[in-house]
């Protein structure tokens, strides 16, 4: 979609590796420039880039119910893109994160989706702030369940992290002013972890059975 308001996708399979789909997409679904839209129920699995992709001021959209598992990038990305939800996804067994926010994503609701099992993070926010991040799951990850870096003023609260390879929760380089309350960071080689990152709240997490540290 370039440019369209008020569209809905609903019930829909992209799948790279299906000839009788769509084959060889870099996308299983692109908003450039479309606000206002119902992306829901799709299947976007195996594209060559991301399962669902938002840029350039991609704004006030609803992304719910989706698949978007086994793309060669991202399973939601948004890029650019402020004041959408992203419910009730499964991103799972990307190449890279379930979900991303790049670059001034800011004021995004990220609530109740799964993020497991993927080559690098389940959740990542990139120099984007004021998200509402709660009740996800982001388990089993190659490297960290949630990261921020250089991303100040969200809110992480009732997620679950645990098993992951490295932490559970990572904030890097000026993550500043986060909160941090109510989750859960198990078996993960740290709980909660802060690099360069100050004014913080972290209250009311648990943190159990990790093999460095708590927090």
């Not at 979900?99 to 990220?110: A, G, K, R, Y």
């Not at 250089?150 to 559970?168: E, K, M, Q, Y």
């Not at 990152?197 to 927090?215: A, E, K, L, M, V």
């Amino acid at each position: 979609l370039n440019s369209v308001e008020g569209c809905r996708i609903q019930n829909l399979k992209f799948d790279g590796n299906k000839a009788n789909y769509t084959s060889s997409n870099n996308y299983g679904i692109n908003l450039y420039s479309s606000s206002n839209n119902t992306i829901t129920g799709n299947t976007c699995n195996n594209n060559a880039a991301h399962g669902i992709h938002l840029d350039s001021s991609s704004n006030d959209n609803n992304i719910t119910g989706n698949t978007c598992n086994n793309n060669a990038a991202f399973g939601i990305h948004l890029y650019i893109s402020s004041n959408n939800a992203i419910t009730g996804n499964t991103c799972n067994n990307n190449a890279y994160n379930g979900i991303q926010l790049d670059s001034s994503s800011n004021d995004n609701n990220i609530t109740g989706n799964i993020c497991n099992n993927n080559t690098s993070l389940g959740i990542y926010l990139y120099s984007s702030s004021n998200n509402t991040i709660t009740g996800n799951t982001c388990n089993n990850n190659n490297r960290t369940g949630i990261g921020l870096h250089s991303s100040s003023n969200n809110t992480i609260t009732g997620n679950i992290f645990n098993n992951n390879n490295r932490n559970g929760i990572d904030l890097y380089l000026d993550s500043n002013k986060n909160t941090i309350t109510g989750n859960i960071c198990n078996n993960n080689n740290s709980g909660i972890g802060l690099h360069l990152s100050s004014y913080n709240t972290i209250t009311g997490n648990t943190c159990n059975n990790n093999t460095s540290d708590g927090i």
